[in-house]
């Protein structure tokens, strides 16, 4: 038996045989050319193929893993018709007079290290999009199939990483799983995998995935391990695990309607975190009762300048119609510390978690945060919109974003624009400063919700990114208990409700505890809220 070690970006178990895919590779040569306008009229013929495969790669993603997953190769199409990419390819082919398909290749290349060598984990993770669109181009100038392995039973995929394109290319009826040597869990493929509910190992520690193609294995997505040719008494003890998910998957989804409520009669909030609409959908399919937290920024680093206002209305008002009658927290921009993209010009900080970044980028830059601020209003007048402000510190700054809101609301006024007057201002204890004046900060607000994640770092002074610190980090530090319960009492004193949002409420270990406390609402990932309020009703 052999044993693998990986990263899980979707947790759940499969047992089937493996099949290598390699990919196809294009072998793209080059050579001169003569008439470099024919060369680029053929260019443009395979491109416009390439985006009719596209539409018709979207139309499938629509049936198979839904509308927000589909906007995978809707952005991909996007990409193959950039005017800068098109204009690089032909100028290439028109001044060094060289062949189509190596221009695409040095083109593709070229963007694709652009991306890569962005700060951003998401924007890293685009160079693979405009690998696959390149690829895409060329194999479509030269005629070369794109479809995907066919299977005669359902398979364990096993590659060195595989792009959007193939991954749903593949029969969905005979995917079990994924175990790929490379990829993140921030790329497209994995993204597709959460969508189809698949599970799916990424960064396999193995020197070489081909030589397991037809062996029999067990993939595990919750304890992020591959098992190759197990023994008879590990096969038999997973077939059980297997047979015990699939029961405790049909008793979560019996919860779908149910109230969240403890064994004493407590009503508790369940709401869902977002950082796009893919995530808005999984909450309403796993019944959330709202979304605690929706992570605007990811508006901002999707995009090469910055969101206009439609963008950002469209983009709230659809999660607001998604939602229905049911709350929608927004936070506001939290840009900077780990999340940064090019066109915001931010300086290099030695210690960017403690830097410029959030709600001090919004008051040093007012244009920004308005026009986010106009969007999100506008957008309110479509559904039960919340906005929460993140990184405060101070009653200072809740003034000062009073004031720019009030701004905001006279010039939607005066321009006949309709929006929400009365939506609820919530804000994040996510620092010592914000939980020690919360009985303060509590007279000026309508809610609040304890970021657990950036509150243990600057309590515990350890920045949760630095993985030589993770011994030291404790997520169950005493201290950081004392700030929320002092907190809960300071807010609740006001006739204020308080729900958390970090990482630690989603830890079922101290979902009691919390409770006990008094936390009001619980925002976890989609993928957990059932089993959350299995945990919450038996509390």
Known sequence: MVTLYGESVYKDICIGKLSYYGGKESTVTQYQIEDSDSEIANYKEASQKAVEQLKMLYDKAIREVGEDSAAIFEAHRMMLEDSEYQKAIETLISTEKVNAAYAISVTGKKFAKMFQNMDNDYMRERAVDVQDVSDRLIKTLSNETLDGNKFDEPVIIAARDLTPSDTLQF?????????????????????????????????????????????????????????????????????????????????????????????????????????????????????????????????????????????????????????????????????????????????????????????????????????????????????????????????????????????????????????????????????????????KLAKEVDFFSIGTNDLSQYTMAIDRQNQNLQHFFNPHHEAVFKLIEMSIQAIHNEGKWVGICGELGADFDVTQKLIEMGIDEFSVSPGILLEMRKKIRES
């Not at 077939?239 to 029961?247: C, F, G, P, T």
């Not at 869902?272 to 508006?299: H, P, Q």
């Not at 001090?360 to 929460?388: D, H, S, V």
């Open 171 to 439: 029969p969905k009826e005979k995917l079990l799983g994924f175990m790929l040597e490379q990829g993140s869990a921030n790329s497209h493929t994995a993204i597709l995998a959460r969508s189809m509910g698949i599970p799916a190992l990424i960064s396999v520690q193995t020197l070489c995935m081909e030589k397991y193609d037809g062996h029999q294995a067990i993939l595990d997505g919750e304890n992020s391990v591959v098992y190759i040719d197990p023994d008879e008494e590990t096969f038999s003890e997973y077939e059980k695990k297997v047979a015990e998910l699939s029961k405790k998957k049909k008793k979560l989804q019996s919860l779908k309607g149910k109230e969240t409520i403890t064994r004493s009669g407590r009503k508790i909030r369940l709401y869902a975190n977002a950082g796009n609409l893919m995530d808005v959908d999984n909450a309403v399919e796993n019944d959330a009762e709202g979304i605690g937290l929706f992570r605007s920024e990811f508006l901002y680093l999707e995009n090469s300048d910055f969101p206009t206002e439609e963008q950002q209305f469209e983009a709230y008002k659809q999660v607001l119609e998604k939602m229905g009658d049911r709350q929608v927290i927004i936070r506001t921009l939290d840009i900077g510390a780990d999340k940064k993209t090019d066109y915001f010009k931010l300086d290099d900080e030695e210690n960017p978690a403690m830097g410029y970044r959030a709600l001090r980028i919004c008051l040093t830059r007012p244009e920004i945060f308005k026009t986010q601020l106009r969007a999100l209003y506008r957008a309110g007048c479509y559904g039960n919109l919340a906005i929460m402000i993140p990184m405060v510190i101070s009653l200072e700054e809740i003034q000062m974003v009073r004031e720019i809101i009030l701004q905001v609301q006279q010039e939607l006024k005066q321009e006949g624009k309709p929006y929400k007057e009365n939506v609820e201002l919530g804000i994040m204890i996510e620092t010592p400063a914000a939980a020690l004046i919360s009985d």
